[in-house]
């Protein structure tokens, strides 16, 4: 009889940690999945005003929940007591201000920029084709980034925009060094919502 209550037991943990396992890892793939979210954006194409030089691509965001941590000045209360020549003890209360670490929940949004650059003139005196990134911060100041394919295959390009706002392309021609000439002009291939 002790020996049927045994298996008897054996199988019911089983069949209990069988059910309680798959929920448990549930709720854990949950949380980290709320945690951090990504989303992708296409752009373009978009060719430079003689046709010859074209990008597109795509921007990845990624909005991922962070602790940010300061400085809070609170003001405490304290009691401070001294004796005068006499020993007599007196107090008073005094408002003093500390410091104190404190944390709030924000979201980090890191963008990343991809493209393809597409030369189909690659001889001749403007054998570049060139792409410039203008990228608009959350402070209002702005950056640029600039690629260039000087060969006949497309090339890829990538790069990292942290609290952007809006980033802008325009595509172009020109030499080894710089681009000189054919813009298509500031077009918006992300703008962050608000």
Request: charged fraction near 25%; proline fraction near 2%; glycine fraction near 6%.
């Amino acid at each position: 009889m002790r020996f049927l209550a045994r298996i008897m037991l054996g199988v019911a943990v089983t069949v209990l940690v069988a059910l309680i396992a798959p929920a448990a890892a549930n709720a854990t793939a949950g949380s980290t999945a709320s945690d951090t979210r990504s989303s992708d954006v296409s752009w373009g194409s978009y060719y430079s005003t003689d046709h010859k030089a074209k990008a597109s691509g795509h921007v990845s965001v990624d909005k991922k929940r962070v602790k940010h941590w300061y400085v809070k000045w609170v003001p405490v209360k304290k009691r401070v007591c001294w004796e005068d020549r006499k020993g007599h003890k007196h107090c008073k209360w005094v408002v003093k201000k500390i410091k104190k670490h404190v944390w709030q929940w924000r979201y980090d949004r890191s963008h990343t920029v991809h493209s393809t650059l597409s030369n189909h003139k690659w001889a001749g005196r403007n054998k570049c084709a060139w792409e410039t990134f203008k990228v608009v911060r959350e402070n209002g100041s702005s950056y640029v980034e600039q690629f260039r394919n000087c060969g006949r295959h497309p090339r890829h390009f990538a790069f990292h925009a942290e609290d952007a706002v809006r980033i802008h392309v325009d595509v172009s021609r020109g030499n080894r060094h710089h681009p000189t000439g054919h813009h298509s002009g500031w077009r918006n291939i992300f703008h962050a919502a608000a």
